[in-house]
């Protein structure tokens, strides 16, 4: 079975603060994904990855930058955090060969900046 | 407007009741559809995989899409209080698309 794993299932952290997320994946994955979750907003993309060092913007990359220096581990970084980053973080891994899905998803780091 | 509207619930149904779940989208581009399935505390895991208009059956679960309508449903026979958990409609336009269109997600309970 595949499993992503992130490091932190919570985290409270201080406006201001440089925050970091990781996400490390055992099923040699092309692609990497994180994305925040939000009542009635859903799933909504930050950063996506495609290879070592390689990266794309999603839908809401504002506040945030990711780092992929090894094909099984991507970071999340948040630069200043802000209370607005308050949220469910996800992470998520998929296969290029199997047309990018499905996409495998951590059970997710709840995080508070107060 | 949101490109994927879900209705968020909450649904609470008796045990073996049927649970009808559904999407509306408005991007008519949209051709690959997926239910995931998300319990509390969990991340959320692949449940159905459906390509274009049509039925696809697993076990005690249907997917149905009708693209002329823009509208794609999931339907749960037989709830079990096991099927307890957030239901997330997403789709995309292409196979192998890495981005996709989420719903917000329905929240569901089965009543023992």
């Not at chain 2, 390509?51 to 697993?58: A, L, P, T």
Request: charged share 25%.
């Amino acid at each position: 079975d595949v499993k992503v794993t992130q490091s932190s299932r919570y985290l409270v952290k201080r406006t201001g603060e440089k925050v970091f997320l990781e996400c490390v994946q055992d099923m040699d994955h092309e692609n990497m994904f994180w994305y925040r979750q939000d009542p009635g907003l859903g799933l909504r993309l930050i950063y996506f990855s495609y290879d070592v060092k390689m990266k794309e913007k999603g839908d809401i990359p504002e506040g945030y930058s990711v780092s992929r220096e090894k094909k099984e581990r991507f970071s999340l970084i948040l630069e200043s955090a802000s209370t607005n980053q308050t949220s469910m973080y996800l992470c998520a891994s998929s296969h290029y060969r199997d047309g990018n899905q499905p996409q495998h998803f951590g059970d997710g780091t709840r995080l508070s900046i107060l | 407007q949101k490109e994927v509207e879900q209705d968020p619930g909450p649904l609470s149904v008796p045990e073996g009741a049927i649970v009808s779940l559904n999407c509306t989208y408005s991007n008519s581009a949209f051709q690959y559809f997926m239910w995931y399935r998300q319990y509390s505390r969990k991340g959320p895991e692949l449940l159905m995989y459906t390509y274009s208009s049509g039925n696809k059956e697993d076990g005690r679960f249907t997917a149905q899409v009708d693209k002329s309508s823009k509208y794609i449903s999931l339907f749960i026979r037989d709830s079990q209080p096991s099927d307890s958990a957030t239901y997330l409609c997403a789709m995309s336009a292409r196979s192998d698309d890495y981005k996709l269109s989420f719903g917000a997600g329905t929240t569901v309970t089965v009543r023992a």
